[in-house]
């Protein structure tokens, strides 16, 4: 069986997620086996495996950086949200139905078998698991039945790194708070601190590690300085103070963010790009001129699309094809382009329709049964002229909508699913092949599409850049920042089961 070790934060957003993929990068870099696992995930940015199962961003981004390929068992429980107050439940890949809050926390039991069961498949095929927990351990209002946190590593018998964020202040309250929160038998598991997210000299920090040392028994394994020069896709939510690219640029790609939006990371390829500025921008803020307006997915697509008009990114959105932008629409960001978006049977939304952008003539009719594959495709001869469309497209599809084309609409792509040869037609253009929406997730990853659509805005020659290398890259940089600020030793003894750090 694997060794285990598990990463837990004083709050959200306190960098496990990058942290377990950096340590991932490092323990293969050391010819260690390892996996990513996190028993549940909380997010609309999610991934369709080779055989068809959806799982979160997050546990993707650290397979990927722990090289092997994504499976649903290292994310068994991932929660989508459609509301404030409900979710889609989705199990080991497969949806299992739509939950509200209180009906979820009683489903936990059957949820934390679920949990166990992945767990246990993954630790017989890898040497180190590396567990990031959800949120705090300290929400004693969610401790009943809880299978993100300690109630996970009490399960399981995994030692417990503590991970506080610094950037935001009064990060050692937060540490000693926690613990204080905690059961005696879950302090006993927490066998370290990780300081992250720092900025200046980190020895001002050595009489507040002695002190919490003292008072608490816990030593620290190090700290992560804040960086912003390393290429880590974010995985379960877009940060405004990171939203808009740090340089100016010839083009300017600026993506509508919706209020439920899922796969923001489809647009990440941009920011491999020279000379592009990728924007998001939210309903109340104002759009301005782009080059390129890129509507992304969405978990609740008839209301998200209410609230555009309500908002005037809609209109915005008009003016700036009027004046002769070019408008690309993904998943839900597609739908959003047609005449309708229609839901009889209330499968994301309470609200029975809405009115599109009219920029396609399509309609989409909302429906129970949720297409989750990966998938391959090829622009259709003709419709894009600034593409030789004699490349195989990546990617996924993951969506509940069917959409049907009017008479001035033409197919964009052909598509063929991972196991099924048949090619079907999806997504459609205009006549004049400025706007255009797929429901293939990834296309832009594709170097050879994304640099012939940055083409038509360009006006000189750009630099071939490779999106999958940038990532590489990334993961590489990340494992050395750590080993340079951890204690890595310490951590090995932790894994090991030393009663020493």
């Not at 999806?426 to 400025?434: E, L, M, N, Y």
């Not at 659509?453 to 360009?458: E, Q």
């Amino acid at each position: 069986m694997a060794k285990v070790l598990m990463l837990q934060g004083t709050g959200s957003d306190v960098g496990k997620s990058v942290l377990v993929a950096g340590l991932c990068r490092l323990l293969r870099q050391d010819g260690v086996r390892v996996a990513p696992f996190k028993p549940q995930n909380m997010a609309l940015n999610s991934y369709i495996t080779a055989d068809g199962g959806e799982m979160g961003r997050a546990q993707v981004v650290q397979a990927e950086a722990a090289g092997v390929e994504p499976h649903t068992d290292m994310n068994p429980v991932l929660l989508k949200p459609t509301t404030d107050v409900g979710a889609q439940v989705i199990l080991q890949g497969r949806v299992y139905g739509n939950m509200r809050a209180r009906e979820y926390h009683a489903f936990k039991p059957k949820a934390r078998q679920v949990a166990l069961e992945s767990f246990h498949r993954l630790a017989r095929r890898f040497e180190v698991i590396l567990v990031e927990g959800a949120g705090s351990p300290a929400e004693i209002n969610l401790r009943d039945g809880d299978l993100a946190n300690m109630g996970f590593a009490l399960e399981v018998g995994a030692p417990v790194v503590l991970v506080g964020d610094i950037d935001k202040g009064g990060v050692f309250a937060s540490l000693v708070g926690t613990l204080e929160l905690l059961e005696p038998a879950e302090r006993d598991l927490i066998r370290a601190f990780l300081i992250n997210k720092f900025r200046g000299d980190p020895s001002l920090l050595d009489p507040a590690f002695r002190t919490i040392t003292e008072r608490t028994g816990k030593p620290f394994l190090g700290v992560v300085p804040y960086f912003r020069d390393i290429f880590i896709q974010e995985e379960d939510g877009i940060h405004r103070d990171v939203v808009h690219s740090r340089t100016g640029g010839e083009v300017r790609v600026a993506v509508v963010v919706p209020n439920r939006i899922s796969n923001f990371t489809d647009f990440d390829p941009f920011l491999a790009e020279p000379g592009v500025r990728l924007d998001f921008v939210w309903p109340g803020e104002r759009l301005g001129r782009a080059d390129a307006i890129v509507l992304p997915g969405s978990k609740n697509t008839v209301d998200d699309l209410h609230a555009l008009w309500r908002c005037g990114l809609a209109d915005e959105i008009l003016e700036n094809r009027r004046r002769g932008a070019w408008v690309v629409g993904i998943c839900g960001g597609y739908q959003m382009l047609g005449r309708w978006v229609r839901d009889p049977l209330g499968v994301e939304s309470s609200r029975q329709e809405a009115r599109g952008l009219g920029l396609l003539d399509v309609e989409t009719v909302m429906e129970p049964e949720k297409v989750t594959a990966q998938s391959e495709g090829r622009v259709r001869p003709g419709v894009l002229t600034w593409y030789p469309g004699d490349g195989i497209l990546k990617g996924y599809e993951i969506h509940m909508g069917r959409t049907r084309l009017g008479p001035g609409a033409a197919p964009l792509l052909e598509v063929r699913r991972k196991g099924d040869g048949s090619w079907h037609p999806d997504g459609a253009v205009s006549p004049d092949g400025r706007v255009f929406g797929t429901y293939l997730h990834g296309i832009f990853d594709n170097d050879a599409f994304r640099q012939a659509f940055l083409g038509l805005f360009r006006t000189g020659e750009a630099q071939t850049t490779s999106f999958a290398r940038r990532k590489e890259e990334g993961y590489d940089r990340l494992a050395a920042l750590l080993r340079k600020h951890l204690d890595v030793d310490g951590l090995r003894r932790i894994l090991d089961g030393s009663p020493d750090v």
